[in-house]
C-alpha cells in the first residue's frame, strides 16, 4: 500500500518561501513511470496542479507559477519536496502531494490519472 504524508510549516509570512516535503512509503519515487505532483486548494476553490518531478528527477511546472516553483527529491530518503518563494496570501490554501502512472504506448506518454494523495496540509501565508 502506497502512503503519501505532507510535512512542513503550517503559517508562512509573505514574501517568506513555502517549503513542503512529501515523504512515500510502500513504492519508490524512481519506479517507471510514476509522476510526483505538488496540487492546491485555496479556500472555496477548486484544485489547482503546481507541478511534478517524474521517476527520472525531470520536471515540469504549471506556467502561472514556474517563476516561483522549485521541486526537488532525495531518493535516499524517498522524498520530494516543493520550493515556492515570495509568497501572498493568494498562496493560503491546503497542499497535497499525488502520484500519477502515465503508461508509455506507440511514442507517448497517456496518464492513467493520480491513484494516491496524501491527506494534505494546510498553509497560511499570513504576517
Known amino acids: 500500500q502506497v502512503q503519501l504524508q505532507e510535512s512542513g510549516p503550517g503559517l508562512v509570512k509573505p514574501s517568506q518561501t513555502l517549503s513542503l516535503t512529501c515523504t512515500v512509503s510502500?513504492?519508490?519515487?524512481?519506479?517507471?513511470?510514476?509522476?510526483w505532483s505538488w496540487i492546491r486548494q485555496p479556500p472555496g476553490k477548486g484544485l489547482e496542479w503546481i507541478g511534478y518531478?517524474?521517476?527520472?528527477?525531470?520536471?515540469y511546472y504549471s506556467p502561472s507559477l514556474k517563476s516561483r516553483t522549485s521541486i526537488s527529491r532525495d531518493t535516499s530518503k524517498n522524498q520530494f519536496t516543493l520550493q515556492l518563494s515570495s509568497v501572498t496570501p493568494e498562496d493560503t490554501a491546503v497542499y497535497y502531494c499525488?502520484?500519477?502512472?502515465?503508461?508509455?504506448?506507440?511514442?507517448?506518454?497517456?496518464?492513467?490519472?493520480?491513484?494516491?494523495w496524501g491527506q494534505g496540509t494546510q498553509v497560511t501565508v499570513s504576517s
Open positions: 499525488a502520484r500519477e502512472l502515465r503508461t508509455y504506448y506507440s511514442g507517448s506518454y497517456y496518464s492513467t490519472g493520480y491513484d494516491y
Open positions: 518531478i517524474a521517476y527520472s528527477g525531470s520536471t
Open positions: 510502500g513504492g519508490s519515487i524512481t519506479t517507471n513511470y510514476y509522476y
